[in-house]
């Protein structure tokens, strides 16, 4: 946690030369100690769509499985790029090999095949043409994707607008105590800023080879709310 002093405000303290700083002292409280945990929010529409997509494919020996797999793929990467997705927006999530077996009552597995899966995290940046992207990848062999998770690219802002209400909240609650207990906010000692951020909602599973021959995927991004909780300690006289 990082515990932030405001004592140079509070106390006047100031340097004491441009290449130097009087050394500052922070006063003991000599009134009540207030202590107060205080929450801001902000709201933005996300613009970052996350989503993994790849292809699955079986043989029946593990090379065949990994060559239907690996040429799948090459199409799916063309895909991506043909549709303005940069490098640094595709990264390979997973890659597994697994065997097949059929089982029957009273008999050993037998072996029957193989499955191949290749998957990448896909960021689209542009989240109105991240559905018709999808629908080209299913079109070039995708059967696997999965998401979406949105998200914010840049949200320091947004937090920043946070902290500011935050502050306020915490100034008007410290204010009500004091009312409430016929004393006065003194001076603010300090604050400490527990961590800011906001929910990204669990991945929904997109069935996209259901929707292949259907209508256009679309992603709605709807609005997400960030938070940042701040602890405020006042003194009361």
């Known amino acids: 946690m990082k515990q932030i002093f405001l004592a140079a405000l509070l106390l006047g303290a ?46 029946a020996s593990a090379r065949a499985a990994l060559a239907q797999n690996a040429a799948r793929m090459d199409r799916v990467r063309a895909a991506l790029k043909s549709a303005g997705i940069a490098d640094r927006d595709i990264q390979t999530s997973n890659i597994s090999l697994n065997p097949e077996y059929r089982y029957v009552q009273d008999k050993a597995p037998q072996l029957i095949g193989y499955s191949a899966s290749n ?24 059967n696997s994707i999965n998401g979406p998770n949105l998200t914010i690219d840049k949200p320091e802002e ?30 603010l ?15 929904m599973p997109v069935m996209m080879e259901a929707r292949a021959q259907a209508a256009s995927t679309k992603i ?18």
């Open 14 to 59: 100031v340097p004491a030369s441009a290449g130097a700083q009087a050394p500052v002292s922070v006063q003991a409280i000599s009134g009540t100690r207030l202590e107060i945990s205080a929450t801001g929010e902000a709201t933005r529409v996300p613009d970052v769509a996350i989503i993994t997509a790849g292809v699955v494919t079986r043989a």
């Open 119 to 142: 998957q990448l995290s896909v960021r689209f940046r542009d989240i109105a043409k991240s559905g018709d992207i999808l629908d080209a990848l299913v079109a070039e062999g995708a």
């Open 158 to 187: 947004a937090l920043d607008e946070a902290r500011t209400k935050a502050v306020g909240v915490g100034r008007a609650r410290a204010e009500l105590y004091a009312r409430a207990l016929g004393m006065r906010v003194v001076r």
């Open 189 to 203: 000692v300090s604050v400490s800023e527990s961590g800011g951020g906001y929910p990204v909602p669990p991945p």
């Open 220 to 237: 709605d991004p709807g609005e997400q709310k960030l938070s940042v909780s701040l602890g405020m300690v006042f003194e009361l006289r």
